[in-house]
């Protein structure tokens, strides 16, 4: 009985590593081999007292014409990507079902739908920070919003259905590096 006991609690203990090891690695694979995108932000800076500081990225891309009536629809829907003529991520198409289709794709909430229109919210809108850099982070994105010459863009890796926020950049440069400057100037 002991053996049994030992067993169970051995296959269990086995389980608990194996469970978010299997995540970790899904996330690092997309990040290795995924294809990076470049996602066009509107950004936001709550706290969670749980995981820290974070900026909250509100895409322009949230939405996607079609040529059927989408109303009614909420739930996960499959957005299809490709890129503009600038580098930015755009849809190609959003499906209601997996398409045997070889572009990327993302996994998306559909939280309201009008008419031929279909609105989405991307999975990847949290982007954790240094906690003494969060808030100079939030007012160089906000600047940088309103600023109609400057760019601001999440780099996102995708593959099979799973997207990893990589980092924000402002003008190609990394947030954190932005951040160490906006500091060093004031």
Do not use: H
């Amino acid at each position: 009985m002991r053996n049994i006991l030992t067993a169970f609690l051995f296959i269990l203990f086995a389980v608990q590593l194996f469970v978010p090891a299997q995540m970790i690695y899904q996330q690092e694979d997309t990040l290795v081999t995924g294809t990076a995108y470049k996602f066009k932000t509107r950004p936001i800076d709550p706290t969670d007292p749980f995981r820290g500081k974070y900026i909250t990225l509100n895409y322009e891309l949230n939405s996607f014409q079609t040529n059927e009536d989408w109303n009614d629809y909420t739930g996960n829907v499959f957005v299809y990507l490709t890129t503009d003529t600038e580098g930015f991520a755009s849809v190609e198409t959003v499906s209601k079902t997996l398409l045997d289709n070889e572009n990327d794709y993302v996994i998306a909430e559909s939280n309201y739908n009008y008419t031929k229109t279909v609105n989405f919210n991307l999975p990847f809108n949290r982007f954790y920070m240094n906690e003494n850099k969060a808030y100079a982070a939030e007012v160089s994105v906000q600047n940088a919003q309103r600023d109609s010459i400057k760019t601001c863009y999440g780099l996102v890796y995708v593959k099979d259905g799973t997207a990893v926020l990589d980092n924000v950049f402002i003008d190609d440069m990394p947030i954190q590096q932005f951040v160490t400057e906006f500091q060093n100037e004031n």
